[in-house]
């Protein structure tokens, strides 16, 4: 099971950035998928999920309006728009898949992007 994650750099405020989850050795229809942060100093912070079926999504009340999650279920790949990047943002970024259904229990995490918004 792999999660990796790209995409996070330097970026100056009001910049965006897309980051990029590739997931492979799992069956990945099963599973939720979620980008989680982690600022210096504070705990990991869910951001944003989209579900297996149908592609509900949910954000953090601090990024909605400006992130956007998405999957792409040929690729097995979730993204992460981010747009009016603040300071922040700040963060490490995390990739999640939570599995579902049969697959329920089964949690898989990436190993992180740096995202950086600063002048």
């Known amino acids: 099971v792999q999660l990796v994650e790209s995409g996070g750099g330097l970026v100056q405020p009001g910049g965006s950035l897309r980051l990029s989850c590739a997931a492979s050795g799992f069956t990945f229809s099963s599973y939720a998928m979620s980008w989680y942060r982690q600022a210096p100093g504070k705990e990991r912070e869910l951001v944003a999920t989209?579900?297996?079926?149908?592609?509900?999504?949910n954000y953090a009340d601090s990024v909605k309006g400006r992130f956007t999650i998405s999957r792409d279920k040929v690729k097995k790949m979730v993204y992460l728009q981010m747009n009016s990047l603040k300071p922040e943002d700040t963060a490490v970024y995390y990739c999640l898949a939570e599995g579902v259904g049969v697959a329920r229990g089964n949690n898989f995490w990436g190993q992180g992007t740096q995202v950086t918004v600063s002048s």
């Open positions: 989209i579900r297996s079926a149908g592609g509900s999504t």
